[in-house]
């Protein structure tokens, strides 16, 4: 996607070299700055900072950080213990386990003098099919846009809410919630987007306005409590969301607050779809309610608030009584039940056992 008239992904390769360069998400909107990841470090922390974040992207730089520690040493045990020191930076999104797996299987069988170009050109790939995948999940997520559009008659606009950041900020490129709002506006179907501010972290608040924004797509920011009123209100035709880890049933994970969202959808009969690549569907989970890791995070992400002042200065305030105790669950899990439908690569289907088993023929029967 562009910015300021710039074609961006979220993560590149610097030229040929070994260097890999990715937008630093903590700055923004405020700021954009690049970061450069040249050791398997700066992967890590880049993950576990939520320098980069959204479940794609984590999955595309922890292969790009595995490549980073082969630069080093390219032996079995390191490519264990490199995998190890990945995989523990964040635990909910399963695109990060899929993404080390997959490099794993493409370089263990290879003498070691050829792992790190192999190593490279597998990050490569994995990087390119992101963009592949939510473009295809942009294509079809349009269609539902384009059925509640003529069900309006073609009038006003379709009301779309969406929750933390989908976009192509979460992803390599175009995003999965985010890919059919951008390819409706861009058919020419009027959508203006609810867009919750997705407390703690501000996902929405900081990320999807500034995406939406750059890409002119018109868009409102809400609190996150504001959702259930507008759905009862009439105000919102669809909702479309994101996932980090799909269960095999269809339950789906997601950042804290969706699984509320899902429950007032469902009250106000307003359809609630969910975008996701097949990377993030965890194939060994039969069921996602109370068996998907929860990551628990600081607790000053509650008890403090960053932004920035009247004089541009990046500041960080109180926002209760000093030592007040929070508890930060940073994601939730919303069961099939309660989801319309999801939207793959592939196309859509029902959130279902069967429903993704019929999408995905080679997994069927593999819980
Ligand atoms: O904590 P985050 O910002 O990494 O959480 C991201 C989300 O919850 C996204 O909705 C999810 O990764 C799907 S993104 C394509």
Known sequence: MKVDGTHYRSIWREGDSMTVAVIDQTVLPHEFRTRRLQHLDDAVSAIRDMVVRGAPLIGATAAYGLCLALDRERSDAAIAA?????????????????????????????????????????????????????????????????????????????????????GWLATVDWGTALAPIYRAHDA????????????????????????????????????????????????????????????????????????????????????????????????????????????????????????RDASGELVRVALAPEETPAANHAFDVTPARLVTALITERGTCPASTAGLADLYPERRGRT
């Open 82 to 166: 490199a995998s190890e020191a990945l995989f523990q930076a964040r635990p909910t999104a399963v695109n990060l386990a899929w993404a080390l797996a997959e490099m794993s299987a493409a370089l263990l069988p290879l003498p070691e003098a050829e792992r790190l170009d192999a190593a490279w050109a597998r990050a490569d790939a994995i990087a390119e099919d992101d963009v592949e995948t939510c473009a295809a999940i942009g294509r079809h997520g349009q269609d539902f846009i384009a059925e509640a559009w003529r069900a309006k008659g073609e009038s006003g606009r379709v009301e779309i809410l969406t929750h933390c950041n989908a």
């Open 188 to 307: 020419g179907i009027p959508v203006h987007v609810w867009v919750d501010e997705t407390r703690p972290r501000n996902q929405g608040a900081s990320l999807t306005t500034w995406e939406l924004k750059s890409h002119g797509v018109p868009h409102t920011l809400v609190v996150d409590n504001a959702g259930g009123h507008l759905m009862q209100a009439g105000h919102v035709d669809l909702c479309i969301t994101g996932t980090d880890r799909t269960a095999a049933n269809g339950d789906v994970c997601n950042k804290i607050g969706t699984y509320l969202k899902a429950l007032a959808a469902h009250d106000n009969q307003v359809p609630f779809y969910v975008a996701l690549p097949y990377s993030t569907i965890d194939w060994d989970l039969a069921t996602g309610v109370g068996t998907v890791p929860i990551e628990e995070r600081a607790a000053e992400e509650v008890t403090h608030f960053t932004g």
